[in-house]
């Protein structure tokens, strides 16, 4: 059974703190993503990382960066949290075969971070 | 780029009955995979249903069936004889394949619909 695990499913932290969001996966995917989940708006790319030190901008990376040291793991880093920060934060990992048994995104348990 | 359009944000269903949740896409790729996840209030998300933009055979898994319209880049989710697990936020997703293999495929989500079923 594919495990996505992020490493708190709350947090709450001071504004301007910095924040590390840990994600670990144990399927050996390639791919490994980051998300924002806020109501009406449904999930918004932060970064995604195809490889080992590989990173690419998603839609929406101000304020953010993502570390990839080993393809397990997969950390968002918050460098001087917000208020507008606070949100649902979701990391998924997929395959990167394209066949069609393994196309899926797997997904973590989600963080709920506050920024107070 | 690729959208995706959930144009219901909330529906809800009787125990029991059928309900049919639209999403629609767009995008000018000619290959690329669609899914249906499902968000009940634990968080985890789930895949419901997938769809290979190749194949013409509308995707089943038990009580769920999608209707796929690639000419008119529709996607809706028939969920049949709802249960009270049923209840939750589902998302509608695109994926399209990278240009180069091991470049990363992208996912592209729709803003949800929130699905209650009423006992």
């Known amino acids: 059974d594919v495990k996505v695990t992020q490493s708190s499913r709350y947090l709450v932290k001071r504004t301007g703190e910095k924040v590390f969001l840990e994600c670990v996966q144990d399927?050996?995917?390639?791919?490994m993503f980051w998300y924002r989940q806020d109501p009406g708006l449904g999930l918004r790319l932060i970064y995604f990382?195809?490889?080992?030190?590989?990173?690419e901008k998603g839609d929406i990376p101000e304020g953010y960066s993502v570390s990839r040291e080993k393809k397990e793991r997969f950390s968002l880093i918050l460098e001087s949290a917000s208020t507008n920060q606070t949100s649902m934060y979701l990391c998924?990992?997929?395959?990167?075969?394209?066949?069609?048994?393994?196309?899926?995104?797997?997904f973590g348990q989600g963080t709920r971070l506050t920024v107070v | 780029a690729q959208t995706v359009t959930q144009s219901q944000p909330e529906m809800s269903v009787q125990e029991a009955e059928t309900v049919t949740l639209s999403c629609t896409y767009d995008?000018?790729?000619?290959?690329?995979?669609l899914f249906w996840y499902k968000q009940p209030p634990s968080r985890q998300m789930i895949l419901v249903i997938r769809?290979?933009?190749?194949?013409?055979q509308n995707a089943t898994e038990n009580r769920f069936s999608v209707n796929f319209q690639k000419a008119a880049k529709s996607f809706s989710l028939k969920i049949s004889d709802s249960q009270l697990g049923d209840t939750a936020m589902y998302f509608c997703?695109?994926?399209?394949?990278?240009?180069?293999?091991?470049?990363?495929?992208?996912?592209?989500f729709g803003t949800g619909t929130s699905l209650t079923v009423i006992p």
């Open positions: 997703a695109f994926m399209k394949l990278p240009l180069l293999r091991g470049t990363g495929n992208q996912f592209y």
């Open positions: 399927m050996d995917h390639e791919n």
């Open positions: 769809q290979e933009a190749y194949k013409q």
């Open positions: 995008t000018s790729e000619s290959n690329y995979y």
């Open positions: 998924a990992s997929s395959s990167a075969g394209g066949f069609r048994w393994n196309t899926e995104a797997f």
């Open positions: 990382s195809y490889d080992v030190k590989m990173k």
